[in-house]
């Protein structure tokens, strides 16, 4: 489908480095009691990370004049797409990241050279991001990346498991520990290429198959658990750098 998109430039802020990636970085969205205050936070944590491309995505048949106020009031780089999620899919975002998928597949077929320098990353609205994470470890991203995320819900770090060569052998996670790719939404990134170069997305019938849509995604990139660049898991003191929240 065509896209609607509304595309908010920023002024006095750098958009391109040479030295670091773009990050892509995609927000699914939807209407409730908490979203205004949820993406105004996100904004702000966003207008200090330089080089970034923020694509969000209303869960609506048409945007929201209030979105479209934000956007264009605060000074990071952003596409505004929306789309009402079809009856066939959860109601997670799960249709609206594909959008946003389809979006940049469509955008960037032709790319090549330091246009294809830009990683992909699920960020929701609501989740709490640590301004270290963009340049710690997304953009050292090379192919897929894994890091551990804060659950505030469950008072528990998920992880990644790794042996003494920090390959990934399995993973800390409090449901199905035993999947191939337990990893949260907020705990991986992606390059563009990888995006360009498979039709991946979040099937609806990955719910069927109980393996939530991280896995399900991941599987249909193509990659094996080895493929998978740990980081976080070695460091001393641990850290986390991003924590799944739930405002309600």
């Known amino acids: 489908m065509p896209f609607d998109t509304n595309l908010v430039s920023s002024c006095g802020r750098t958009l391109l480095s040479r030295e670091k990636p773009e990050i892509v970085f995609i927000t699914p969205t939807n209407e409730k009691f908490t979203q205004l205050a949820d993406l105004t936070r996100l904004s702000q944590t966003l207008s200090l990370v330089s080089n970034i491309q923020w694509i969000i995505i209303e869960d609506r048949a048409q945007k929201s004049e209030k979105l479209v106020k934000l956007l264009n009031r605060i000074k990071v780089p952003s596409i505004h797409l929306n789309l009402k999620t079809p009856p066939a899919f959860p109601g997670r975002g799960w249709a609206q990241r594909n959008y946003a998928l389809e979006y940049i597949r469509n955008k960037y077929q032709s790319a090549t050279g330091n246009e294809l320098k830009k990683i992909v990353y699920f960020g ?20 897929i990346g894994v890091w551990p995320v804060g659950l505030t819900y469950g008072g528990v770090v998920e992880a990644p498991r790794v042996n003494q060569d920090s390959r990934v052998v399995g993973w800390n996670s409090l449901w199905r520990p035993d999947r191939m790719f337990a990893t949260d939404m907020a705990g991986f990134a992606i390059s563009l290429d ?20 991280e896995t399900c995604f ?11 660049e740990p980081f976080g898991v070695n460091d001393q003191p641990k850290e986390v ?3 799944h929240t739930r405002t309600e």
């Open 124 to 143: 929701d609205d609501d989740n709490a991001y640590d301004i270290r994470l963009f340049d710690n470890y997304i953009r050292n991203v090379k192919r």
């Open 241 to 243: 750098l991003v924590w």
């Open 218 to 228: 991941i599987e249909l990139l193509g990659v094996q658990r080895g493929d998978l």
């Open 194 to 213: 990888l995006v360009l170069n498979t039709n991946a997305t979040f099937a609806a019938s990955c719910d069927k198959r109980q393996l939530g849509p």
